[in-house]
């Protein structure tokens, strides 16, 4: 459905990297820390601690994944790798009580990916870190799958600060699915143009339906206000009409609620006129708006 | 799978309708279609039968279904149940939406037929998370869900998918040393 230029290559499975996905190019940057076995002549200006030309046997320093995979040899020691912090016996306990809490964000953005790379390195913990890394992702996953079901056209910055970037992109195809899902929901058709729906209004007025939900069997539309403010009460009066459905009780009452609205869109077309701005409180368009749907 | 091509597979539906002019038969690509006299009942696809409604060419008569009683039911029932009750039509969803949008005035008691629907549907939607949520935690290799309809599978279906997917790259770390299949 998208159509894009560019096909993004997905992280690649388990201990493998694909070569050309982003998100491993980037995992491959974190530092980590390491202790060389082995002296490197002439290459002291690696560390920026040391003065010396070379780096002597035993030196503790930081390298990248993707160096310190390259240098990693099990029979001829060049380097020894110590696990990070986070996927230590310390961390380890605090997964295993309750994954939900911890900011994984925090904790190196990459968490399952990184630790997926660190069982390159032979430590005698790796199977217990695969075991961790696994458990705190389906203990996680309920939260992610009902925060990213149930944020629609919210801001939802606190709910992905907490997460990992590959929980951030189960998050972002939840979001996707939910949105869509909504937009066909609320889709209306337009008496005066034919069969328009909520696409063809985003289109040609750039509007932003907030929120259309369906709640109690009336509608609550929350239209966020654009610059333009003339194109609002032309284009949300034929939404609205086919909805007028109403009994006789409510006949009067909407009848007062709609010239409460009319006067408010006459008071859009006029500033559109004059080409001036117009100050239009909140409390008046919610007013009216959600009143005419009680009606 | 985008919700608006369910949206357009729902439109396949038969429904009846009440035209006001006559047509003789005709024949489409997907069948005949009745011949059309004013005031007899014919039964024609959803989408014909928007396309006249809007044209004002018609009277839709409603679903059997849509009725406040047998919601009523159903809802009880998919609240009672732990697994999913069958429902009278495979695309509930989508023809409400859209009956509801064009002919409100043809069907009684619409907004609290949509308010029914749509207590079902979320009432169905939670069952599915529930679902699925144990079929990560347990990690089981198999599920199996009756009665789903197409449009709430299709609105879980990208992110189950690549839930799977990750906790399966997550799970080969288990076994090091496999070789990939290529």
């Known amino acids: ?22 998100d491993d190019i980037l995992l491959s940057h974190e530092r980590l820390p390491c202790r ?32 310190a995979k390259g240098l990693y040899e099990r029979k001829r020691r060049v380097l020894s790798l110590e696990l990070p912090k986070v996927y230590r016996e310390g961390w380890r306990t605090v997964f295993g009580a309750d994954p939900t809490v911890v900011d994984l964000h925090k904790m190196g953005p990459y968490y399952y990916g990184l630790g997926s790379q660190m069982l390159h390195f032979d430590s005698p913990e790796n199977p217990e870190i695969a075991n961790t890394i696994l458990q705190t992702f389906i203990g996680r996953f309920r939260r992610t799958m009902d925060s990213s079901q149930n944020a629609y056209n919210e801001d939802t910055s606190a709910l992905v600060e907490r997460l990992d970037c590959l929980e951030r992109s189960l ?16 889709a209306c058709s337009c008496v005066k143009c034919g069969s328009a729906d909520e696409n063809d209004l985003i289109r040609d007025f750039g509007m932003e339906v907030i929120d259309m939900s369906l709640w109690d069997g009336h509608i609550d539309l929350v239209i966020s206000l654009q610059p333009q403010l003339s194109w609002l009460g032309r284009s949300i009066e034929p939404i609205f009409r086919p909805r007028l459905k109403r009994t006789d009780t409510t006949r009067r009452h909407t009848r007062q609620k709609m010239s409460d609205y009319s006067s408010l869109t006459d008071k859009c077309v006029q500033a559109d006129e004059k ?20 009606g | 799978m985008d919700p608006a091509e369910v949206e357009f597979l729902a439109e396949k539906e038969m429904v009846k309708i009440i035209p006001n002019f006559s047509l003789d038969k005709i024949y489409l690509i997907g069948g005949d279609l009745g011949p059309f006299n004013p005031g007899l009942p014919v039964e024609v696809p959803v989408w014909l039968a928007l396309n006249l409604k809007q044209r004002q060419k018609c009277r839709i008569v409603p679903l059997e279904w849509m009725d406040i009683d047998r919601l009523e039911e159903i809802r009880e029932q998919e609240r009672k149940l732990d697994a999913f009750t069958p429902i009278p039509s495979p695309y509930y969803m989508e023809l409400t939406k859209l009956l509801l949008n064009h002919a409100a005035d043809n069907i009684p008691k619409a907004d609290e037929i949509r308010t029914l629907v749509k207590d079902i549907w979320d009432t169905r939607v939670a069952k599915l998370r529930l679902s699925a949520d144990s079929f990560i935690s347990q990690q089981e290799a198999h599920a199996q869900l009756d009665n789903l309809t197409l449009m709430e599978i299709n609105t879980t279906r990208s992110f189950l998918l690549d839930s799977l997917n990750y906790m399966y790259k997550l799970r080969s770390n288990l076994q090091p040393g496999r070789s990939q299949d290529y």
């Open chain 1, 1 to 22: 459905m998208d159509s894009q230029s560019y096909m993004p290559v997905p992280p690649g499975i388990g201990m493998e990297e694909n070569f050309f996905s982003l």
């Open chain 1, 36 to 67: 060389t076995e082995s002296a490197f002549p002439r290459l002291g200006f690696l560390e920026k601690s040391s003065e010396t030309r070379d780096i002597p046997e035993g030196t503790k320093m930081e390298m990248p994944l993707w160096l």
């Open chain 1, 171 to 186: 998050f972002k195809a939840g979001q996707s699915g939910l949105n869509s899902f909504q937009l066909v929901l609320a």
């Open chain 1, 275 to 294: 080409k001036t701005s117009i100050n239009i409180e909140s409390s008046d368009l919610f007013s009216s708006v959600p009143a005419i749907m009680e």
